[in-house]
Structure formats: C-alpha cells, structure tokens
C-alpha cells in the first residue's frame, strides 16, 4: 500500500517557539492531505484539508493563522504551530490520498508528539 | 446532520467469543462507509470498505441502509485483533467523518 511518512516523530519545544510538522507522500501523489489532532483517549479531529497549490481548508474552530499549512508539492505537506503553547501539546496525524483514488482511502502517516513545555 | 456513532467506548471479549463493535450513521446521500483499526504503537489503517464486501483478517460488516448502521464482526476473536477501531463516512468528497472509536480487547 501507499506509505505516508511524518517528520519529526516527536518533538518538545518551549513555550513561543514555532515548530514545523512534514507529512510526506513516499510513493504516490498527494493531491489531497488532510491534518488531525488526536487527544489522549479521543478520536481524530479534522483540522484541515490540504490542496496542492491551493490554500488549506481549515474547519471550524482552527486558528488559520496557528496551523499554517502548505502544500507546495505532490508529496509533503507541513504544518507549522506558531507560537506554540503547552495547550497545542496533542498528536499531530497527516493522511494523504492520491489523485487516482476511486475509493477515497487514505493513507495515514505515523503522527507527530508535540509537547510544548 | 452528518454524523458517525459508535456508541461503546470499551468492548472487552474473551479470545474465541464473537466480536461485534457497532457503528450508526446519519447522513442524508449515499455515503460510503469505512472501517479503520490502530494497533498499539501503530499507525491507523484502513480494515475494509463497504463497497469492496471483503473480509479482511476475519473481520466483515455490511451496510443496512434501513438502520444506518454498519457494524464490524468477527466469528470468533483473536488476541491480536486488540486495538483500537474507528467507523467513517465518506460523503461527496474526500474528507472522512470519523466516529469516536472503540477500544476493542481480546481477553485470553
């Protein structure tokens, strides 16, 4: 299957600092990548849809100027927390389909520990 | 409204018992439904579709429109299928409506 990869696997910064999430496509094109947040216990929760080329969908409730999201390529996308706080601190998960999916499955990377001290 | 429900947040069986973990659907199209698993310290990944009417690793669910509900059994349950196991919906485009999730646990 289609194999997505996320980069760091775990990061700790401090309070303020910005920090930068890669979600890569290793072996097929991403047209589309969305970004969740996962909390302890909890299941995924949308942050955004991510269009190569375009400007990043954000749902409701997610700080746009936060979360900036660019997908400059067919194969990563980055999210970046901006001025990070310690409630950003959650599991960060990108998935990714390809521009031939019929039947919208996506591929999921390993996800990312932030924690912000 | 759309919207995915797996009402059980925990379901603990002993190894060899039948498995059904349910998922209830509300959604006004035709949605295509999912099922997805996460083993420990795994990346989610997709168990079976309803459109494909596989059996995946023992596992199968169908689709009753009548009762939205799409829910995933298994016979007769192993250890390793422990984990977690989430239900989505896909509608007119990409972006999946997950449900919250069940943590499914095979006692030995």
């Known amino acids: 299957g289609a194999v997505v990869s996320q980069h760091p696997s775990r990061v700790i910064c401090k309070s303020g600092t910005s920090v930068k999430i890669e979600c890569r496509s290793l072996?097929?094109?991403?047209?589309?990548m969305f970004w969740y947040r996962q909390f302890p216990k909890q299941s995924l929760m949308l942050m955004a849809t991510?269009?190569?080329?375009?400007?990043?969908?954000?749902e409701q409730g997610v700080e746009k100027d936060k979360f900036l999201i660019n997908h400059a390529s067919l194969t990563l996308s980055t999210l970046t927390v901006t001025s990070a706080h310690p409630e950003d601190s959650s599991f960060y998960i990108c998935?990714?389909?390809?521009?031939?999916?019929?039947?919208?499955?996506?591929?999921f990377g390993p996800g990312t520990r932030l924690t912000v001290l | 409204a759309q919207r995915v429900t797996q009402p059980e947040k925990l379901l603990s069986v002993f190894k060899g018992a039948p498995v059904e973990l349910k998922c209830n659907y509300s959604?006004?199209?035709?949605?295509?439904l999912f099922w997805y698993v996460q083993y420990s310290r795994q990346r989610l990944q997709l168990l079976l579709r309803?459109?494909?009417?596989?059996s995946i690793k023992g596992f199968t669910a169908d689709l009753n429109k009548g009762e939205t509900s799409f829910h995933l059994k298994k016979p007769f349950a192993q250890e390793e299928d422990s984990a977690m196991y989430y239900c989505?919906?896909?509608?007119?485009?990409?972006?999946?409506?997950w449900g919250a999730g069940t943590k499914l646990i095979i006692k030995p």
């Open positions: 998935s990714a389909i390809s521009g031939g999916g019929v039947y919208n499955e996506q591929f």
């Open positions: 072996d097929f094109q991403a047209t589309t």
């Open positions: 991510s269009n190569e080329g375009s400007k990043a969908t954000y």
């Open positions: 959604y006004s199209g035709s949605p295509e």
């Open positions: 309803h459109i494909s009417r596989e």
């Open positions: 989505a919906l896909s509608g007119l485009g990409y972006q999946l409506i």
